[in-house]
């Protein structure tokens, strides 16, 4: 048992404009069409992350602790989206480990976050890349974020 989490990047869709009024899917198991008028949404990319009790306990804060938090979509602010990334460029841009390791207790704090920092750090640094690149979409803002674990 562990704890798997992931971050779900979704787009409302209010029209899609294609020639076309049905769209073509393909799944490992079969290929069907869906009706163009029926999608209301898109779901773009996703972060993974495995056993981070950091980024974990930081999306739960946010979210507002919740009692029922495995298997639940958690709406997370694009403004905690951009701070999270902020906290994590600070803590990976210091200028020794020692000084890393104390933003990351200020910022993202976990249980066992001295013993296995090098791991913290490596999450983090693929973490920053993959928040920069969700930033930077020119469609940022009409991003909704959501977090989801599984334990």
């Known amino acids: ?3 798997d989490q992931w971050l779900h990047l979704k787009v409302r869709v209010d029209e899609v404009l294609t020639n ?5 899917v393909k799944t490992d198991m079969k290929q069907f069409e869906i009706p163009i008028s029926k999608i209301k949404g898109i779901e773009l990319s996703e972060m993974y992350w495995r056993k981070n009790y950091a980024i974990n306990q930081y999306f739960l804060d946010k979210a507002g602790n919740p009692e029922d ?3 639940v979509y958690l709406y997370i602010d694009r403004r905690d989206i951009i701070e999270l990334r902020d906290h994590i460029l600070e803590i990976i841009r210091a200028k020794t480990k020692e000084e890393s390791l104390e933003l990351a207790k200020k910022y993202l704090p976990a249980r066992d976050l001295e013993e296995f920092f090098d791991f913290y750090l ?3 640094k693929e973490t920053v890349g993959f928040l ?5 979409k020119p469609y940022f803002e009409f991003i909704e974020f959501y977090y989801y674990i599984w334990y």
């Open 122 to 124: 490596n999450s983090f």
């Open 1 to 3: 048992m562990g704890l």
């Open 20 to 24: 076309s009024n049905k769209l073509e």
């Open 69 to 71: 938090d495995n298997c």
């Open 132 to 136: 920069d690149d969700a930033i930077s």
